[in-house]
């Protein structure tokens, strides 16, 4: 049971134009997204979150939608580079509040195009 | 780089071995965790520790032993694994045990194979 998805499994985008990453959810009760980058052999690195509460942060060449209702995220990169080319998860905290347990989503694969 | 640090980067061991991870911080962070990820799958949560109590088996066998000797350190102690047990293990901390606006930060794992 996948509370967390990412539809897509790769992304292929051209050099300064603008990456918008996807993720659904089912539960309405996560109260807490992030997004994370990987590159191969190394940890996730967070790169910028959002409350329930808002529905849009952002943080220099990176923005977090978050449309409750539809129960969906995206992250847009404007201007996209060739180093944002790695993979992308994005991750809700559980419900029940009591700890800060995040699901990751299955992970987008992102190809920035010199 | 990374404010989580990982040993060692690779490990290889034997069903019948005994080993250990590791990971430190000096963030300051009260909550650490030990998460396992398979090729081509998202990061899932082994293990949480609050204030150096662990709060969280996510039904993780017997096998994997958790250990926290104080708030920067963490364990997790390895024993009679089996081959499917194999992946990266990663180990990642926040500053807050409740986690609102408290992402946590990863470490580079470990690549452990078990043979």
């Known amino acids: 049971d996948q509370q967390v998805k990412q539809n897509s499994p790769s992304l292929s985008v051209q050099e300064g134009r603008i990456s918008i990453l996807n993720c659904d959810y089912t539960?309405?009760?996560?109260?807490?997204f992030l997004w994370y980058k990987k590159y191969p052999a190394e940890g996730p690195t967070f790169l910028i979150s959002i409350s329930s509460i808002k529905d849009k942060n952002e943080d220099g060449r990176f923005t977090v939608f978050l449309n409750k209702s539809a129960k969906h995220l995206s992250l847009h990169i404007v201007p996209s580079q060739p180093g944002d080319s790695a993979v992308y998860f994005c991750?809700?905290?559980?419900?029940?509040?009591?700890?800060?347990?995040?699901?990751f989503g299955t992970g987008t694969l992102l190809a920035v195009q010199p | 780089d990374t404010e989580v640090t990982q040993t060692p980067k690779h490990l290889v061991m034997g069903m019948t071995n005994k080993k250990s991870l590791k990971c430190e911080q000096h963030?300051?962070?009260?909550?650490m965790y030990w998460y396992k990820q398979k090729a081509k799958k998202p990061p899932e949560l082994m293990f949480v520790?609050?204030?150096?109590?662990?709060?969280i088996n996510e039904s993780v066998p017997s096998r994997f032993s958790p250990e926290c000797p104080n708030s920067s350190l963490l364990n997790l102690h390895l024993h009679a694994l089996q081959p499917e047990d194999s992946a990266l293990y990663l180990c990642?901390?926040?500053?807050?045990?409740?986690?609102?606006?408290?992402?946590?930060?990863f470490g580079n794992g470990t690549r452990l194979t078990v043979t």
């Open positions: 539960n309405s009760m996560f109260d807490y």
């Open positions: 990642a901390s926040s500053q807050d045990p409740l986690g609102y606006n408290s992402p946590l930060h």
């Open positions: 520790y609050s204030y150096e109590k662990l709060s």
């Open positions: 991750a809700a905290r559980g419900y029940g509040g009591a700890t800060n347990k995040l699901i």
């Open positions: 963030m300051g962070h009260r909550a």
